[in-house]
């Protein structure tokens, strides 16, 4: 393939999620809202832990970075989809579908870690708590957080680096509404087959090494918990279920894109809304719901803003 056709293709066509207006209006209205609680449910469990001193502490240092996390990882592809349920021509730039790729495997890769990063951390909390602080430092905290952001970054550009190496000259439309390597891989052109196989490789081994290392760690925890004490195991079941809920909800839909793929449009379309849309609106509510920590740092900040309006 002539060098010169690499840049034949300058932009890409969006399908969406349906081709009837007014689906599209009412899509955009749902969609919409769902992206405003996503963006300040996250922001309001951010300012709580930075704020609250009560806070200060690893496991709520570590869920401040994954609401930052799945506010950007929603802000990938949310605000475009909105913004094409009310144009007529859903198009996006070469340049721009190279970005939503970088940056959906990027965000996304480094969630995939720093859940297992959550999961060590609740070991740690659970099994042991004698030198819980020692082992979670501040330091320690930050180091780990670093390291899932590197190793999403690395994932990120492994992919990308490919896909900018592939030839573009024929058809150009996604029936998706966001740029994704499987869908991307097959308006290639050459034949695309292996190389699909060999990417969604590179993407499975991430999500199911975390996906393991998730359940290992969860059912370790019960185990040991289990042996040292008989109401152990329900104990360290309410503790770790926001943890596991979290992580169904995340990889359940990245195994069956990337891992086991179904090949049917309108699931492959489900799916994607659900871990770019649904499962970043669902963490806060979680969190929030069942966390007494969070439910009480509310309080006291109701109660501060009461107290400081009536006296002004």
């Given at each position: 393939m002539d060098k010169g056709n690499l840049s034949v293709v300058s932009e890409f066509m969006l399908l969406g999620l349906s081709h009837s207006w007014n689906m599209q209006v009412?899509?955009?209205?749902?969609?919409?809202?769902?992206?405003?609680?996503?963006?300040?449910?996250?922001?309001?469990?951010m300012i709580l832990i930075i704020t609250d001193p009560h806070l200060h502490s690893p496991m709520y240092f570590l869920l401040a970075n994954l609401s930052f996390?799945?506010?950007?990882?929603?802000?990938?592809?949310?605000?475009?989809?909105?913004?094409?349920?009310?144009?007529?021509?859903?198009?996006?730039?070469?340049?721009?579908?190279?970005?939503?790729?970088?940056?959906?495997?990027?965000?996304?890769?480094?969630?995939?870690?720093?859940?297992?990063?959550?999961?060590?951390?609740?070991?740690?909390a659970i099994c042991k708590p004698l030198h819980y602080s020692t082992i979670m430092s501040l330091q320690k905290c930050i180091g780990l957080v670093v390291t899932s952001w590197t190793i999403g970054f690395v994932?990120?550009?492994?992919?990308?680096?490919?896909?900018?190496?592939?030839p573009f000259c024929g058809p150009r439309e996604l029936d998706s509404f966001f740029c994704d390597i499987p869908l991307i891989i097959k308006l290639a052109c050459i034949d695309s087959y292996n190389l699909g196989i060999l990417m969604n490789a590179d993407s499975g081994v991430l999500a199911m090494t975390c996906f393991v290392l998730l359940l290992i760690s969860y059912t370790y925890i019960l185990l040991i918990v289990h042996q040292s004490s008989k109401t152990g195991a329900s104990k360290a079941l309410s503790t770790c279920t926001t943890h596991i809920s979290v992580v169904v909800l995340f990889f359940g839909p990245c195994i069956f894109i990337y891992v086991w793929p179904l090949s049917i449009t309108w699931v492959d379309k489900f799916l994607a809304v659900f871990y770019s849309v649904i499962t970043p609106l669902l963490n806060p509510a979680i969190y929030t719901l069942r966390n007494k920590e969070i439910k009480y740092a509310m309080k006291r900040y109701r109660s501060y803003y009461l107290h400081c309006k009536e006296n002004s």
């Open positions: 009412l899509l955009f209205m749902i969609f919409f809202m769902l992206y405003l609680i996503i963006i300040c449910g996250n922001i309001v469990i996390v799945d506010m950007w990882l929603s802000s990938v592809t949310t605000p475009k989809m909105i913004v094409d349920f009310l144009r007529e021509n859903k198009t996006i730039s070469f340049g721009g579908c190279m970005c939503q790729i970088l940056f959906v495997h990027f965000v996304g890769g480094g969630e995939m870690v720093l859940l297992v990063v959550m999961a060590y951390d609740r070991y740690v994932h990120a550009m492994s992919q990308v680096v490919v896909i900018l190496q592939l």
